[in-house]
């Protein structure tokens, strides 16, 4: 890991199923330093703070109310980087379970309907026109489409990704992304400062 | 068109400045909240706020922001003046602005610019092009920039903006009359830019002239500080000239075709031959995995040829080794037998892992993937072979035939949780004479999980047909690209000019 002294301290939380080892190689690939964190004063040392979420929305949602992580991410004000199942976790209910998340953004996350192929996997052309590689069943429907800042197109609308206030969210893994996904997380890197 | 009534503030009093000369000041009063409620009531939708203090400074004022706030609980409003860097790009974002205009910024550091419309989308940033005859200015009109208009515009293009404000220095404030040419020749030249036209607007006639000349919006200032009379008939030019919306075009699906370069490996090294015998060397796995990423692969796979359980633990390190070189997904299979063979690959750094013989002996283990490691991560690859007409199921690297119908076994394998199937014909595997479209097109009639094709791509046209033909997602290939027949980005190109997607 590269360290470097004034260099933003980047968090990836850890959680029971997801795989962090790719963002976190990500990370290191661009020369970003980053710590896996799991409990809240770790999360309170992190300068900005990434959830690459992975797996199912109750058992992920049912591990942070165990370690007692909710409270602790809904207060978080550093930057934050929901992907994937992460960024779903940031709206209020996903159908997935059904299981209740974080309510950070209004909104649910809904099942991608049978009309279109599912999961919606590979590399999709985002609204900002470039590529970058999802896989995903269930889609986030935010109440207020102000927090949607990108879209892709597969059969119907898909939000790619949204933003409120310092909560970011990214249905789409940049870590995946090759170079969409590697200017997305410095860019991200950025805020952190 | 949309008509945007300006608001210019310089120390908490609203002004004009003539041509952006701050000791040519005219005050209009200290109260922009009661103007942005006499706006919206004539009908604006949305106001253009000017930070000016900050404009000449640099220095975003410290209640600039808590001035964004109060306006936009009124109506829209798009801010700007003196933007210096991402964060407070987001302050005014999270003020509630609708958009962040950025000038300077978007000359000095185009890549800030860059990374605001990548984080907060398209519609949050409009770019503010000050021009004078044949340059565009910055730092509130003071200093040149080395920029014309059309290089400053595509250099907005480029960052993502998909909104740029234009303002002639010389007309504005002047009440001279619109460039009206200016904006028309603009427009034509960037028919994909929404173009906001600034400054020297006087007159109803004046709208219209800009309203013909297929402008998206304009900005208004001094005239409705004028005369506020004029607010009404500005304002119903929105409505005489809005353009109609063009019907709403067919949701369409941008997903691209995935070219996947397989890399058999044995031993830490890739292999590949004919009917899965034959073995010829073609390389260390980790560099042509980079050179493939390089190249514009959109995913590898990696088969385990060896597939006997004390060479587990090289494919593991494999997966790991590859994860730190590529920023694309990759796919590892071939004697995976279990679930915590599966997971010691997903946690080596695999992004999936494809199940063949095991899962066709029990089942039950397509199951267990699925629910403890995830569908999307779980793929079943079936090896098939033309028989009466049908085509069966074969193990153990096409040695045992089954006997099972691949298309029962396809739909069995989707039921139970596979997320994505990787389709192989033997009989066409290492022929290079073209995929097995019938199986594909069969298969992929039955499942709606993607389905990659592949054994037999020979020539460019083999590949167009496993998508076209064949209806394949994704279409994978070893030795055309190992020996260098041709590159991933022929086969891409070759799709692109059969009008199929793909990430070029």
């Known amino acids: 890991m590269i360290v470097r002294l004034h260099s933003p301290q980047i968090g990836i939380l850890r959680s029971s199923t997801g795989n962090i080892g790719s963002i976190e190689r990500s990370l290191q690939r661009l020369g970003i330093a980053s710590c896996v964190v799991g409990t809240a004063a770790e999360i309170g040392k992190t300068d900005g703070l990434i959830f690459p979420g992975a797996g199912a929305a109750l058992p992920v949602m049912n591990d942070l109310k165990d370690r007692c992580l909710v409270e602790v991410l809904r207060n978080y004000s550093k930057p934050f980087l929901g992907i994937c199942l992460g960024m779903q976790l940031l709206f209020d209910t996903s159908e997935e379970g059904p299981a209740d998340c974080l309510g950070i953004i209004r909104g649910k996350v809904v099942e991608l309907p049978g009309t279109v192929r599912k999961p919606h996997m590979g590399w999709n052309r985002l609204s900002t026109g470039e590529y970058a590689y999802f896989v995903h069943s269930f889609v986030c429907a935010p109440t207020d489409s102000r927090v949607i800042t990108i879209t892709v197109q597969h059969g119907i609308e898909i939000v790619a990704a949204v933003r409120k206030e310092n909560f970011f969210g990214l249905q789409w893994h940049p870590e995946k992304s090759g170079e969409t996904g590697d200017r997305f997380l410095s860019f991200f890197v950025r805020l952190c400062k | ?279 010829r060397d073609a390389g260390d796995p980790v560099e042509l995995a980079k050179r493939y990423c390089a190249e514009g692969a959109d995913e590898l796979v990696f088969l385990d040829i060896t597939a006997t359980s004390d060479g587990r633990d090289t494919v593991v390190e494999l997966a790991s080794r590859v994860a730190d070189a590529v920023n694309i997904p990759f796919t590892i299979g071939g004697g995976v037998r279990s679930v915590a063979d599966a997971r010691s690959l997903l946690e080596a750094g695999a992004d999936k892992v494809a199940v063949n013989s095991a899962a066709v002996r029990d089942p039950s283990l397509l199951e267990i993937m699925a629910n403890e490691l995830g569908s999307a991560n779980t793929v079943c690859a079936i090896d098939a072979r033309r028989k009466d007409g049908g085509w069966t199921v074969l193990v153990c690297g096409g040695r045992d035939d089954t006997g099972i119908d691949a298309m029962a076994w396809a739909e069995d394998a989707e039921r139970r949780g596979a997320g994505e199937l990787l389709v192989t014909s033997f009989d066409r595997d290492g022929t290079g004479t073209g995929f097995d479209t019938d199986l594909l097109a069969r298969i992929r009639e039955k499942v709606s999980v993607p389905v990659i094709a592949s054994g037999g791509g020979g020539s460019l046209g083999t590949f167009v047909d496993a998508v076209r033909l064949g209806r394949a997602d994704a279409v994978l290939a070893a030795s055309v690209f190992h020996f260098g027949t041709f590159s991933v980005r022929d086969v891409k190109t070759a799709l692109r000019d059969a009008s199929f997607p793909v990430r070029l």
């Open chain 2, 1 to 279: 068109m949309q008509v945007i009534p300006a608001i210019d503030v310089l120390n908490g009093k609203v002004v004009r400045l003539a041509q952006g000369d701050y000791a040519r000041v005219t005050e209009y009063g200290d109260d922009p909240l009661s103007l942005a409620r006499a706006y919206r009531r004539a009908g604006a939708k949305r106001v253009h706020l000017v930070d000016l203090t900050a404009a000449r400074t640099g220095n975003l004022g410290g209640c600039f922001p808590e001035l964004v706030r109060a306006l936009t609980r009124e109506v829209e409003v798009q801010a700007g003046g003196g933007i210096r860097d991402l964060k407070e790009v987001q302050l005014l974002l999270d003020a509630g602005a609708s958009a962040v205009v950025i000038g300077t910024l978007l000359l000095r550091q185009p890549d800030v610019v860059r990374s605001a419309v990548t984080l907060f989308g398209k519609e949050s940033i409009i770019g503010a092009l000050d021009v004078d005859g044949a340059e565009v200015r910055i730092a509130g009109w003071r200093q040149g920039s080395a920029f014309d208009l059309r290089s400053a515009v595509r250099l907005a293009r480029e960052c993502g903006l998909r909104r740029i404000l234009v303002t002639d220095i010389r007309r504005d404030g002047m009440g001279s009359g619109p460039n009206s040419g200016l904006y028309a020749a603009l427009k034509k030249q960037f028919p994909g830019l929404d173009i906001t036209a600034s400054g020297g607007v006087r007159s109803v006639s004046d709208l219209h002239v800009l309203s013909e000349a297929r402008l998206d919006a304009v900005v208004v200032g001094k005239a409705l500080l004028e005369d506020p009379s004029l607010l009404a008939s500005f304002m119903g030019v929105q409505e005489v000239f809005s353009p109609v919306d063009p019907p709403r075009a067919e949701r369409g699906d941008d997903l691209a075709i995935r070219i996947i370069p397989c890399l058999d490996v044995t031993g830490g090294r890739v292999v590949k031959g004919t009917s899965f015998g034959n073995l």
